[in-house]
């Protein structure tokens, strides 16, 4: 009988071992706060990064920076484990074009993670007095440079285009040691697939004024992500390690043999309702089948859909207030619920959140934004493990006007 254990410190998640990693949402901190929503609440703040066509409604330069700080316990059969890590979230900049006309805007964020920590004991076969110590360890993921573009077709529609460049290292490294074995040396496989490739992702929305008395606005948006293709160099090497673990010699086993693969198409789309700039709810669905996922090997190590909702709120007590700091500050808050599209002790792997966020105005148009979300990915007594988190997200917003056009000589 098999016995898992996730450990480390850097945060690490025994759910990023499938594929290329775990994914990360492309919502920034704003977005966050308000249960990961983003796909048609339009905004004249923050860099919507989750649908370009709602980039139009940035009248000014927005450049936003974004840090997240995160502590996962991971509980199993076997005990229990604490890590925790702080990393760069995203750097995201928008530029009107020609105002209400065109916006485009460039980031840089985290596409997928690849970090765990799993260690086992294996029996032998024939030799009931010993066993092998399994040591199964992921690092490395995939980065994402996007170039966004939201373009107005009429006063109500809007289109727009993210292109995305997907680039990085997924690294693997597996060791095993016989318990009991006179010699004190450790086979160990170590594994990098480089990965590089782009993504296209259309994207619309469409909003409806003047409900009820010309005080609400009912809002839709959607996008497609293709699916995509990314070419791959195949490295592994086999390694001897000693009683501390360090190398004593090495043999590459596959040099650099190239290769792909294939990541699936998704869809998304939102519905929100807002009143002028006092609230916002929000509403948003997200849709991936992995059946059209290959490794690198031509496998699919998934076996089913990725499917995600989420619902949020926002609220600006007085954006105007002179008397009141805090009621020109935005509240958010939202839960969100998700299904992987993979198996664990052959059960699917469910995730649920809920989450906090606040906006501090500083000087005119700049902000300070803070999240908060807390959750819970899988369940021990289905998948033999399950993960509590908690990931703080801070984030900064600077506005300006760039490109003012002179009005004298």
Same mark, same amino acid.
């Given at each position: ?50 649908? =370009? ?143 590089? #490739? ?65 990541? =699936? ?11 002028a700039s006092k609230w916002t709810a929000s509403l948003d669905g997200f849709y991936s089948d992995y059946s059209s996922y290959r490794a690198l090997d031509g496998t699919n ?32 808050? #939202? ?5 992987? =599209? ?14 906090? #966020? ?52």
């Amino acid at each position: 009988m098999y016995s898992s254990l996730a450990a480390g410190q850097a945060a690490r998640s025994p759910f990023s071992s499938f594929g290329v990693g775990e994914q990360f949402s492309t919502a920034l901190t704003q977005n966050m706060g308000m249960g990961g929503t983003g796909i048609s609440n339009h905004t004249y703040w923050y860099v919507n990064n989750m649908n =370009p066509s709602l980039l139009v409604y940035n009248r000014l330069t927005t450049f936003q920076a974004g840090i997240i700080g995160e502590q996962r316990t991971q509980n199993s059969s076997t005990g229990s484990e604490n890590s925790g890590s702080g990393n760069l979230n995203y750097l995201a900049l928008a530029i009107p074009i020609k105002l209400n006309k065109w916006t485009t805007s460039l980031t840089l964020m985290p596409y997928t993670r690849n970090n765990f920590l799993l260690k086992y004991s294996a029996p032998i076969n024939n030799d009931p007095n010993n066993f092998v110590n399994v040591t199964e360890q992921g690092s490395g993921g995939v980065n994402q440079v996007t170039w966004s573009n939201g373009v107005s077709v009429n006063d109500n529609f809007r289109v727009g285009l993210k292109s995305a460049y997907l680039f990085g290292a997924v690294i693997n490294e597996f060791t095993n040691v016989i318990t009991n074995f006179p010699i004190a040396v450790a086979p160990s496989v170590y594994e990098r697939s480089s990965v590089s #490739g782009f993504q296209f992702s259309p994207a619309a929305s469409y909003h409806i004024d003047s409900l009820f008395n010309n005080k609400y606005r009912l809002n839709f948006g959607a996008v497609y992500d293709f699916g995509t293709t990314l070419n791959t160099t195949f490295f592994q090497r086999l390694d001897r390690l000693n009683s501390s673990g360090q190398i004593i010699d090495s043999a590459a086993l596959i040099p650099n043999k190239p290769g792909k693969i294939t990541l =699936p198409q998704s869809v998304a789309f939102g519905v929100s309702i807002s009143r002028a700039s006092k609230w916002t709810a929000s509403l948003d669905g997200f849709y991936s089948d992995y059946s059209s996922y290959r490794a690198l090997d031509g496998t699919n190590p998934y076996s089913g859909s990725n499917w995600r909702v989420g619902a949020g709120f926002e609220l600006i007590p007085d954006g105007a207030s002179l008397s009141s700091y805090l009621k020109r500050a935005t509240y958010r808050t #939202g839960v969100s619920y998700e299904n992987y =599209p993979y198996l664990v002790n052959g059960n699917g792997v469910k995730d649920f959140g809920i989450t906090f #966020g606040l906006s501090l105005p500083v000087g005119r148009y700049s902000s300070l934004d803070v999240a908060l979300k807390v959750g819970k990915k899988g369940d021990k007594a289905l998948n033999n493990i399950e993960e509590n988190y908690l990931k703080l997200y801070f984030g900064i917003t600077f506005m300006d006007q760039w490109f003012i056009k002179r009005r004298f000589d």
